[in-house]
């Protein structure tokens, strides 16, 4: 009798030691809203683990288009921004929502495309003389259309370009509001173009009669940045560990981590926090 009463005692007393605990014991983990490419290419499964084990910080990943995880900053939605927009981040940052830019890594843009080439373009490298050809042929042209880092560098590139895309579009292109997994999916299926970063198309498993067709042009290099959301603006922001978390991917370790990711023998992100200028 004795004993039964002691362990239920026992049980009782590690109820109520466990129901104090400090909430920060169960909450010890950060959001960061991302970039899908850093998602849909599989980078985050294979750095977070790393950062995870060393800090014993969660990282929680809200992959959304650029503009929608910025957006997320700007509500206090996220404790970290890892985007690769450069102008939309600093922009954000000119607002009072971000604390500090810092490059992380880089890769670059591709024009993929059918096999068959009906506009004619593989094998060159102006991107912006290949954007012409394709809607002059009007061929299938898919364009994620989410305000993503994609989108921004597509649209920029068809200025470059000098058409006037929203003027000139057809039913050639078709905007989707998608990420980039899902927009290459539709292209796959329709046998169109698209802008895609090179890291998920090499990760990308479904590319059907599709094909790079345009690479190399230096208006395709791809600058990816992280921010910790400014506490300032939103008080609940995890500073400490938001900050930990950008630390540790622009250190030595991180930045190993990010160029030890490879599929088939071939890297997807190169890491620059220490460029001037990214």
């Known amino acids: 009798m004795e004993l039964s009463r002691r362990k239920l005692l026992g049980t009782v007393f590690s109820a109520l030691v466990l129901a104090a605990a400090p909430p920060a014991l169960a909450q010890k983990f950060i959001t960061v809203s991302s970039t899908t490419s850093t998602e849909n290419s599989g980078l985050f499964k294979h750095i977070l683990p790393l950062f995870e084990k060393k800090t014993g910080i969660e990282v929680r990943v809200v992959a959304r288009g650029t503009g929608q995880a910025l957006d997320m900053g700007r509500r206090g939605d996220a404790d970290v921004v890892f985007v690769h927009a450069k102008a939309a981040e600093e922009k954000f940052i000119g607002e009072g929502y971000g604390v500090k830019r810092y490059p992380v890594m880089y890769n670059d843009f591709v024009l993929v495309g059918p096999k068959s080439d009906p506009a ?12 012409k050809k394709i809607k002059a042929s009007s061929a299938p042209f898919v364009s994620r259309g989410d305000k993503s880092g994609t989108h921004m560098a597509e649209l920029r590139l068809w200025k470059a370009a000098g058409i006037d895309i929203g003027a000139s579009k057809g039913p050639w292109y078709r905007e989707l509001g998608q990420g980039m997994g899902a927009s290459l999916n539709t292209a796959s299926s329709m046998n169109g173009y ?14 059907g009669d599709l094909k790079i067709v345009v690479e190399g042009d230096k208006r395709l290099f791809n600058q990816y940045g992280v921010i910790l959301v400014n506490p300032r603006k939103h008080k609940h922001v995890k500073k400490e560990m938001g900050q930990a978390f950008i630390n540790w991917i622009v250190s030595a370790e991180g930045q190993k981590a990010i160029a030890a990711y490879k599929i088939g023998g071939e890297q997807l992100f190169f890491p620059n926090a220490n460029a001037k200028g990214a």
């Open 120 to 131: 004619k373009v593989a094998g060159g490298k102006d991107i912006t003389a290949a954007l």
């Open 194 to 207: 698209i802008l895609t970063d090179r890291g998920t198309w090499i990760s990308f498993k479904n590319r």
